[in-house]
Antibody, heavy 120, light 107 residues
């Protein structure tokens, strides 16, 4: 079945970077964009950016510009999101999700989420 | 920056109709999407392109749009519909924006 499986929880020190992976299966990886969304405990959803696995093109939320990098390895159908210069405000659950490249169908498949804790 | 406004909470009794609104200046020009999130779970797509029900979503869920407001309607609410609901759209530059979320309580 179509699914996205994310890497496990991470604990990082302030100032460090974290790289979260998102492995796709059950569909053509290069046919759907991957979006990243995060959610702090008890808070709403926050969009971070998107990546087209076919071209590698990316678009980032202004809030994360300069701090986030989205990449992929098409040989293993995996997308990555790296966030640098972490602070405690980055403690959150990070989700990847696929979106049809037409941008008309929403994020129809989500990963299970990856908890990132930033603490000294 | 562009914002989507949702009521923080909506409460209904089982069998009643719940309406969750989402307001934003760009909604007449941009599609809206709705996501349902239950505690401890990833969000689930409910509605796309304002009023199209995602595969597997019960028929009691419907969407509509009027001017700068989109509405998610749940007819004959069931206990299992209790969740947080988020609207999502895009701003004029194509960046995604989420509403603040609405907690639906089934009394």
């Amino acid at each position: 079945q179509v699914q996205l499986v994310q890497s496990g929880a991470e604990v990082k020190k302030p100032g460090a970077s974290v790289k979260v992976s998102c492995k796709a299966s059950g569909y053509t990886f290069t046919s759907y964009d991957i979006n990243w969304v995060r959610q702090a405990t008890g808070q709403g959803l926050e969009w971070m950016g998107w990546m087209n696995p076919n071209s590698g093109n990316t678009g980032y939320s202004q809030k994360f510009q300069g701090r986030v990098t989205m990449t992929r390895d098409t040989s293993i159908k995996t997308a990555y999101m790296e966030l640098s210069s972490l602070t405690s405000d980055d403690t959150a659950v990070y989700y990847c999700g696929r979106e049809h490249s037409s941008s008309e169908y929403g994020m129809d498949v989500w990963g299970q989420g990856t908890t990132v804790i930033v603490s000294s | 920056s562009y914002v989507l406004i949702q009521p923080p909470s909506v409460s209904v009794s089982p069998g009643q109709t719940a309406r969750i609104t989402c307001s934003g200046d760009a909604l007449p020009k941009q599609y809206a999407f709705w996501y349902q999130q239950k505690p401890g779970q990833a969000p689930v797509l409910v509605m796309y392109k304002d009023s199209e029900r995602h595969s597997g979503i019960p028929e009691r869920f419907s969407g509509s749009s009027s001017g700068t407001t989109v509405t998610l309607t749940i007819s004959g609410v069931q206990a299992e519909d209790e969740a947080d609901y988020y609207c999502q759209s895009t701003d004029n530059s194509g960046d995604w924006v989420f509403g603040g979320g609405t907690k639906l309580t089934v009394l």
